[in-house]
């Protein structure tokens, strides 16, 4: 697992999930593209590979406000301007031509189109009008700047583009007279209305700006992203009837450009999984017998479980062990290819005298909580009370009558119940974890115990990923049963003292898949708290993994379930790292700033949530 305290300070940067959630939102409306992924990167890119366009970091470490309103410009531009308003057949032409300033002309382009798009958009959507004044008013300072900073360095070109920037802008800059007929072509572009008006005028441009340069640019202001001639394969698949000999049809927006790659990566798996049903084939491990699927049934047979499972648990047991079971689109974008096995967790050896001094060390605190939560479930359980002063009114009015002081009134009992509640325990499975097992495992039992005597259904598992097994088209992932809600008041606290560190987490996956269990039940409260010691990291799960956690995080919260997380850590936590969790967690995040805590804390948070539990009973 990565820890949040990097090494090299400069790359210790943290995204704003929820901020970059929003503009994923923004992005998908905009373009009406759903599966439209927001990432960011040094420029403004398309990235039609990945369904994903990138904002720029640029807006970083400015102002908040600042910050917000250029990330918005961003995706007005990408979502709303170049998505359906850019032609990509005269952007090929155009890059395809020869010049000895291929970089100069192709950042000319995209200036311009900023500069028509931009304008197109405000008169379209007057709102976005705030946003692109900030962007005016921070690129302006910053192309000033660096016109002059590129006129020293003697970087001509880069200086010509950050002259022909301030021109559109109506700043007239006289960096040099030989660019005067050409910032008159430049002119132009007050009139273009589309991308081939833009390339005409760029055009017009290069062969005065070819005489007039010896040196390309230097620096780059402005990049496409992957390249339009960059286009999906189609894959043909024994069974499917095709004229090969067909030709696609040329893509002329961005648009139709991310559609064919989406509808490329929906597809790519399909033919492959027809083949396996149709040939019994299995791809899911390397190495296997060739067309092992396609043999006869010789016979059937059926077996005895020697395990300690219940027997309401037998059939979903059975299901759980059947086999990896693939993610696809259920959990998230960043956990299409994740491949996920469910299993209980097997006990390794006997730890009955571990667990024996576990809990004696535990058992004042245990028995503290259940007799104040014993107590205060007790007091909202009043007996049947007649003969009070107020109350309910009787229907027996004849004490009013014969009585000197009557007291006519009564009070109802409340309902005995259990308590409706339900808890699920997440625990972080990853390699870091190895120094804090005891400590974590202590604080599990301690949670299994006070659940258990309240005969509060509760869930414990362990989750990770196989880091030496993920590739880019498979990630598997483990989740390992210590106790399941079926188990009722079942001891396991040996498969708890059984449980081990292995390599990384996929910490969004993990709580969506809770999530997608616990919201089938049927209780009033639905927690979910997530033991963890540091930030997601798994197979191409960086940046995106926080963002997908926290956007995980949103989405239980929708479902009614109430997420908590502690932090494990064995030295005070920095304000650093809290900011951290409360960008993924809210304020729902507490932390243990030392192993001996672990149990302190976890013993905070059910006393806190069971205390919920009570007063709104």
């Known amino acids: 697992m990565a820890s949040v305290n990097r090494f090299i300070q400069f790359n210790n940067e943290t995204i704003d999930t929820k901020l970059l959630y929003q503009l994923e939102r923004l992005a998908g409306a905009l373009s009406d593209a759903p599966y439209l992924k927001v990432t960011t990167r040094k420029l403004m890119e398309f990235r039609p590979a990945e369904s994903a366009i990138s904002v720029s970091v640029f807006w970083r470490h400015r102002p908040k406000k600042v910050e917000r309103q250029g990330y918005l410009s961003d995706i007005y531009?990408?979502?709303?301007?170049?998505?359906?308003?850019?032609?990509?057949?005269?952007?090929?032409?155009?890059?395809?031509?020869?010049?000895?300033?291929?970089?100069?002309?192709?950042?000319?382009?995209?200036?311009?189109?900023?500069?028509?798009?931009?304008?197109?958009?405000?008169?379209?959507?007057?709102?976005?009008?705030?946003?692109?004044?900030?962007?005016?008013?921070?690129?302006?300072?910053?192309?000033?700047?660096?016109?002059?900073?590129?006129?020293?360095?003697?970087?001509?070109?880069?200086?010509?583009?950050?002259?022909?920037?301030?021109?559109?802008?109506?700043?007239?800059?006289?960096?040099?007279?030989?660019?005067?007929?050409?910032?008159?072509?430049?002119?132009?572009?007050?009139?273009?209305?589309?991308?081939?008006?833009?390339?005409?005028?760029?055009?017009?441009?290069?062969?005065?700006?070819?005489?007039?340069?010896?040196?390309?640019?230097?620096?780059?202001?402005?990049?496409?992203?992957?390249?339009?001639?960059?286009?999906?394969?189609?894959?043909?698949?024994?069974?499917?009837?095709?004229?090969?000999a067909e030709q696609p049809e040329e893509i002329e927006t961005i648009e139709e450009w991310f559609q064919s790659w989406h509808r490329e990566n929906e597809m790519t798996d399909v033919p492959a999984m027809e083949f396996e049903l149709e040939r019994g084939d299995s791809q899911l491990a390397t190495g296997g017998r060739e067309e092992a699927g396609a043999d006869e049934v010789q016979q059937t047979g059926r077996g005895d479980s020697s395990g300690e499972h219940l027997e309401d648990n037998d059939a979903e047991d059975r299901d759980m062990d059947s086999g990896p079971k693939r993610a696809g689109g259920k959990f998230g974008r960043a956990n299409e290819q994740v491949v996920f096995h469910e299993q209980r967790l097997s006990v390794k050896g006997d730890h009955s005298r571990q667990i024996a001094d576990w809990r004696r060390k535990q058992s004042p605190y245990v028995r503290a909580l259940l007799k104040e939560l014993k107590k205060r479930i007790t007091q909202r359980h009043q007996d049947y009370r007649t003969n009070l002063n107020a109350g309910r009114l009787s229907k027996n009015l004849l004490p009013l009558v014969i009585e000197e002081r009557p007291k006519p009134f009564y009070r109802k009992s409340a309902p005995s119940k259990e308590l409706d509640a339900v808890f699920c325990l997440?625990?972080?499975?990853?390699?870091?974890?190895?120094?804090?097992?005891?400590?974590?495992?202590?604080?599990?039992?301690?949670?299994?115990?006070?659940?258990?005597?309240?005969?509060?259904?509760?869930?414990?598992?362990?989750?990770?990923?196989?880091?030496?097994?993920?590739?880019?088209s498979e990630q598997p992932n483990y989740f390992e049963w210590m106790h399941k809600f079926e188990d009722g008041r079942r001891d396991h606290a040996q498969e708890i003292a059984s449980f081990e560190a292995h390599e990384d987490n996929r910490d969004g996956f993990a709580i969506r898949w809770m999530t997608d269990?616990?919201?089938?039940?049927?209780?009033?409260?639905?927690?979910?708290?997530?033991?963890?010691?540091?930030?997601?990291?798994?197979?191409?799960?960086?940046?995106?993994?926080?963002?997908?956690?926290?956007?995980?995080?949103?989405?239980?919260?929708?479902?009614?379930v109430e997420l908590l997380h502690l932090f494990l850590s064995s030295e005070p936590i920095t304000e650093e790292q809290a900011a951290f969790y409360r960008m993924m967690y809210g304020n729902k995040s507490v932390s243990a700033d030392s192993l001996e805590h672990f149990v302190d804390q976890t013993l905070r948070l059910l006393k806190r949530t069971l205390h919920l539990v009570i007063q709104s009973g």
């Open 77 to 244: 531009l990408l979502g709303s301007g170049y998505w359906r308003n850019f032609s990509l057949p005269v952007w090929k032409r155009f890059a395809s031509e020869h010049s000895h300033v291929p970089s100069l002309r192709e950042q000319l382009l995209l200036c311009a189109e900023e500069f028509r798009l931009t304008e197109k958009i405000m008169g379209e959507r007057p709102g976005t009008a705030a946003a692109f004044k900030v962007r005016e008013q921070v690129y302006t300072d910053y192309h000033r700047d660096q016109l002059a900073q590129n006129l020293k360095k003697g970087f001509i070109a880069d200086a010509f583009l950050n002259s022909a920037y301030l021109s559109l802008r109506g700043i007239e800059t006289n960096a040099d007279g030989d660019w005067d007929a050409v910032q008159l072509i430049w002119k132009g572009m007050f009139d273009a209305r589309s991308t081939r008006d833009s390339a005409s005028v760029v055009d017009g441009m290069s062969g005065r700006l070819e005489y007039l340069l010896k040196a390309d640019m230097v620096h780059t202001y402005y990049t496409f992203g992957e390249s339009a001639e960059k286009m999906p394969p189609f894959h043909y698949h024994e069974g499917i009837e095709a004229d090969k």
């Open 517 to 560: 269990r616990v919201k089938r039940r049927h209780e009033k409260h639905r927690f979910l708290l997530v033991f963890s010691d540091g930030e997601p990291s798994a197979y191409n799960y960086a940046e995106n993994g926080v963002v997908d956690t926290a956007s995980a995080v949103a989405e239980a919260k929708k479902e009614g």
């Open 426 to 472: 997440l625990i972080d499975g990853s390699a870091s974890m190895v120094d804090k097992l005891d400590e974590t495992k202590q604080a599990v039992l301690l949670f299994h115990d006070v659940l258990r005597n309240l005969g509060i259904p509760h869930e414990i598992v362990l989750f990770y990923e196989d880091a030496y097994e993920a590739s880019d």
